[in-house]
C-alpha cells in the first residue's frame, strides 16, 4: 500500500517509524490545472520511493549574485513545489524534510520545471541530524524539584540561593547558557575534536566554557549553579548522546498554512561578526522605507554594520564611530583559552557595542550605541541643574545613542546620562524615543525627544529620565517615597529597581510597557504623567511563578511587545508565551498591598510546543525563546496583532493565532537564531509579495551553524502566501 502524507513513514523495515500528523497544505485551494512556468519561477514535484512527499521544503541557492541568496518554499499535500520570484541566476535544488535526508543537489534555473527526489531515511540517527536543537537539548537531565532549595556546599552543593528548580533552569535557558546561542545543534551536543583531547566529557565542558571571547560570561553563567554539578549533567548529555541515544520526540513536518510559506534569505556582513538586530521599517507605520535597505546592528562583533539592498541583492556596510577614542573595546575582553574555530584570534572589536536599531517616520535609523566610557558628563549627576539630575542624579551609563540618516550618510552621536539597551518610538508629536536599559539592576528609564533634539542639536536639553516608583500610598500621584530596601510605608510611596530590558510604548494611551529580567521577573507599567522626572508612576506585576490563583505558572520574561489593544505578550524561560492584560485586574493597582502580586488574573500563559527538560515539573516545554514582537499591522498575513515569540531552540519563529501555535521554521541552515524582528509593507497593494517580515540571524557563533565557519550572518524575509502554489 502506497503511504500517505499522514501515514506512518518506515525509516528502516521493521526497525522504528515515524509518524508525521500532516494536515492539508493550503489555506486557499490549489487549482487542479496549474498554467505554464514563469521565467521567474521554479516549479515541480518531490517524491521518494514512497510516493509523493508532502510538507518538505524545496531549497533553491544561488552564489551568481552579489551576495549568497536562498528562497525556501515547502510541497503541498500532493509534493507539488513553486519557488516565486526568483532573480536570473543559475541555482543549485534540494530537498530537505523530517524522515528524509538531504535528497541529491540539481542544477537549474528559473523558468524550468524542475521534479526532485527526495531520499528517506536510512534509520532514525540519520533522521535525526536535521531535527532543531530543542529535540536534542531535551535530553539534558536537570536536578529534580525535589533537590531545591538548594542546600550549598555542605549539602547537596546546588546554591542555597536558588530556592526553585524554576530559577536553576532559568540560568540553562533564557537567561544564561540560551543567552546568546543554541544548545543542542552538532556544535554543543557534541565535543569538536578540535577543542582538545580530554579524559572524559566533563573535562572537555570544563574547557568549552572557557574558550573565545565570550569566556567571561560562560564561567559566571555556570557558577551561578552548582558549577562542578552543572559540568558534570552536560557531560552526561553529550555522553549519551554519543552512546547513540537519540531524542524521545520528532518533529512534525509543516502543516496547514505552515507550507505557505516562502522564505528568502541574504548573506550579509563577515564571517567573524554577528548580528543582534534588524530593522527595515517604522513599527508605528510599516509603509516607511518601502522597498528600502535594511539595516543591521552587531553588537559586540564590529563596528562595521551592516546594509542589506534586497532589491539589488547587495550587501555593504557603513562605519559607526565613537566620540572618546578610549571608548573600552570588546577587544579587551579576555580569552582563557582558544577558539576551536578561530584559535587565538580575537574576533570580536567593537567600541560602539550597536544593540538595537530602530526607524523614524523620515527613514533615519536610530542605534542603541556606545560613544564613550561608562563615566556620565557633569550634567547628569548631583549638582547639576537639569530637571532630571535634579530629583535622581545618574553617575555611570554604559550605552547611549547615535542615529544615522541615508540622506546625508552621516552618523550623529548623542550622549545620554542613562543607559539603552533597546528603544521604541512613541506616538507623540514629539516623537520621544524612549529606551531599556537592559539589566534589571538599572534604577531609571530614560527618553530623548527626537523633535527638538533634531532642531536644536542640545542632547542635554532633549533627554530625561525618571526613577521607577510605586504610588504605595495610593493616592494617584508621586509622592515622597522610601527606597528599595526600605519597607514599604502606607504613608509614602516606594521607590524600586526593576530595570527595563524590553520596552514597548501603549497605542491604546501612550504609557510605556516593559520587561524587567530575573526570577521570576515582572511587567513593568510606566504612567509618565505631565512632567516625567517628577510625575511618572510605576506599577509591577510579578510573573505568576507560585500563585495559586494562577491557572499556569511560569517565570521569567525576556524581550517583550504590546498589541493595538494594549495586551503585552513575552516569552518566558519557563517554556510559555505569556501575555498579560491590565483589563483584567480585579484588585486595587496602588495602595500598600500593590507591589507585583496584584494581578495574577491579568495573565495567561501557552506552552511553547516542543518536548520538555527531563524532570522539569513545569507546564512549559524546553523552548528558550528570547524575544517576543508583534504584528499590529498584518504585514506577514496572520492577521493583525498576531504576537510572535523567537523560537531560538526549534529554528524557528513561533506566531500564535487563535491560541494555537503556527511554527515559521528556516530549515537551512541548521541553526536558525533570532533576537528580534519587523515588519514592513513594500507595495499597499501588493498582496502577500507587497509585505512580510524581517529578521536576521542573531546568534553569537554563526560558525556553529550548519556550513561552519564559512557562514556569514544573514538577513530572512517572511511572506505567506495564500497556498502553496501561488505565484
Not at 63 to 91: E, H, M, W
Not at 136 to 147: E, F, G, I, R
Not at 662 to 674: A, I, Q, S
Request: charged share 20%.
Amino acid at each position: 500500500m502506497k503511504p500517505t502524507d499522514a501515514s506512518p513513514r518506515l525509516l528502516a523495515p521493521s526497525v522504528f517509524a515515524i509518524v508525521f500528523a500532516l494536515t492539508a497544505a493550503a489555506a486557499v485551494p490549489v487549482p487542479a490545472q496549474q498554467p505554464p512556468v514563469k521565467d521567474n519561477e521554479i516549479r515541480g514535484t518531490v517524491a521518494s520511493a514512497n510516493g509523493a512527499e508532502a510538507g518538505v521544503w524545496v531549497i533553491a541557492e544561488t552564489l551568481d549574485l552579489p551576495t549568497r541568496f536562498s528562497k525556501i518554499v515547502v510541497t503541498d499535500d500532493q509534493g507539488r513545489y513553486l519557488i516565486p520570484d526568483l532573480p536570473k541566476a543559475n541555482f543549485t535544488l534540494w530537498t530537505r524534510g523530517y524522515g528524509l535526508v538531504d535528497g541529491q543537489k540539481v542544477q537549474s534555473a528559473p523558468g524550468k520545471v524542475v521534479d526532485l527526489k527526495a531520499t528517506v531515511a536510512a534509520d532514525a540517527k540519520a533522521a535525526a541530524q536535521y531535527y532543531p536543537a530543542i529535540y536534542w537539548y531535551a535530553m539534558l537531565a536537570v536536578p529534580p524539584s525535589s533537590d531545591f532549595p538548594g542546600t550549598g556546599a555542605k549539602g547537596n552543593g546546588i546554591p542555597e540561593t536558588l530556592r526553585t528548580q524554576g530559577q536553576w533552569l532559568d540560568i540553562v535557558k533564557t537567561d544564561g547558557c540560551y543567552t546568546c546561542h543554541q544548545l543542542g545543534e552538532v556544535a554543543t551536543r557534541t565535543i569538536p575534536p578540535a577543542l582538545g583531547h580530554f579524559a572524559n566529557a566533563q573535562e572537555g565542558w570544563e574547557a568549552r566554557i572557557q574558550v573565545g571571547q565570550a569566556s567571561e560570561n560562560m564561567i559566571n553563567n555556570i557558577g551561578r549553579l552548582d558549577t562542578q554539578r552543572a559540568l558534570k549533567l552536560f557531560a552526561e548529555w553529550t555522553d549519551k548522546i554519543n552512546g547513540g541515544a537519540l531524542p524521545a520526540e520528532q518533529p512534525s513536518r509543516p502543516q496547514g498554512i505552515e507550507r505557505n510559506l516562502v522564505i528568502t534569505q541574504w548573506d550579509w556582513s563577515d564571517p567573524k561578526a554577528y548580528m543582534h538586530d534588524e530593522i527595515a521599517s517604522d513599527k508605528r507605520d510599516p509603509t516607511v522605507n518601502a522597498n528600502g535597505l535594511i539595516y543591521g546592528a552587531t553588537e559586540e562583533s564590529t563596528q562595521d554594520l551592516p546594509v542589506l539592498d534586497p532589491v539589488k541583492n547587495t550587501a555593504t556596510t557603513i562605519h559607526i564611530p565613537v566620540r572618546d577614542p578610549n571608548t573600552p573595546s570588546s577587544a579587551d575582553s579576555q580569552m582563557l583559552r582558544p577558539s576551536p574555530y578561530w584559535g587565538d584570534e580575537k574576533i570580536w572589536a567593537s567600541q560602539a557595542t550597536v544593540h538595537n536599531p530602530m526607524f523614524d517616520k523620515e527613514g533615519r535609523v536610530w542605534f542603541t550605541a556606545r560613544i564613550r566610557g561608562p563615566d556620565n558628563p557633569a550634567f547628569c549627576k548631583a549638582g547639576s541643574d537639569h530637571p532630571s539630575a535634579k530629583l535622581f542624579p545618574v553617575e555611570k551609563s554604559t550605552r547611549q545613542l547615535a542615529m544615522y540618516d541615508p540622506k546625508t550618510k552621516k552618523f550623529t552621536l548623542i550622549d545620554t546620562c542613562f543607559s539603552t539597551h533597546h528603544l521604541q518610538f512613541a506616538f507623540d508629536a514629539d516623537n520621544t524615543l524612549w529606551t531599556s536599559s537592559g539589566g534589571p539592576q538599572n534604577p531609571v528609564v530614560g527618553w530623548l525627544n527626537t523633535k527638538k533634539f533634531l532642531e536644536i542639536g542640545d542632547a542635554a536639553a532633549s533627554q530625561g529620565w525618571t526613577a521607577l516608583v510605586l504610588d504605595t500610598d495610593g493616592n494617584g500621584k508621586r509622592d515622597a517615597y522610601v527606597e528599595p530596601n526600605q519597607s514599604v510605608d502606607p504613608a509614602k510611596d516606594k521607590r524600586v529597581v526593576a530595570g527595563f530590558y524590553g520596552i514597548s510604548v501603549s497605542p491604546v494611551d501612550g504609557t510605556i510597557w516593559a520587561s524587567s529580567l530575573g526570577y521570576p521577573g515582572y511587567v513593568v507599567h510606566l504612567i509618565p504623567g505631565p512632567h516625567p522626572p517628577e510625575t511618572a508612576l510605576t506599577e509591577i506585576f510579578e510573573v505568576p511563578a507560585d500563585d495559586p490563583k494562577a491557572v499556569l505558572h511560569g517565570y521569567s520574561p525576556r524581550g517583550m511587545d504590546i498589541d493595538s489593544n494594549g495586551i503585552v505578550w513575552m516569552p518566558l524561560a519557563s517554556g510559555h508565551f505569556a501575555s498579560f492584560d491590565r483589563r483584567k485586574c480585579e484588585g486595587p493597582l496602588n495602595g500598600p498591598s500593590a507591589t507585583g502580586k496584584q494581578c495574577p488574573e491579568g495573565w495567561t500563559l501557552y506552552p511553547f510546543p516542543g518536548p520538555k527538560l527531563v524532570n522539569d515539573t513545569g507546564s512549559g516545554s524546553a523552548e528558550a525563546s528570547y524575544y517576543a514582537w508583534v504584528d499590529q499591522h498584518d504585514t506577514l498575513g496572520l492577521g493583525k496583532n498576531t504576537p510572535i515569540a523567537t523560537g531560538n531552540a526549534s529554528d524557528a519563529l513561533l506566531a500564535l493565532v487563535a491560541g494555537k501555535f503556527v511554527t515559521l521554521r528556516v530549515p537551512y541552515p541548521l541553526g536558525f537564531y533570532v533576537k528580534g524582528m519587523d515588519g514592513r509593507i513594500d507595495d499597499l497593494n501588493g498582496g502577500w509579495k507587497g509585505k512580510g517580515l524581517w529578521t536576521s540571524w542573531g546568534t553569537r557563533t554563526p560558525f556553529h551553524a550548519e556550513g561552519g565557519k564559512e557562514n556569514r550572518p544573514k538577513v530572512v524575509h517572511f511572506q505567506l502566501r495564500p497556498n502553496a502554489l501561488a505565484d
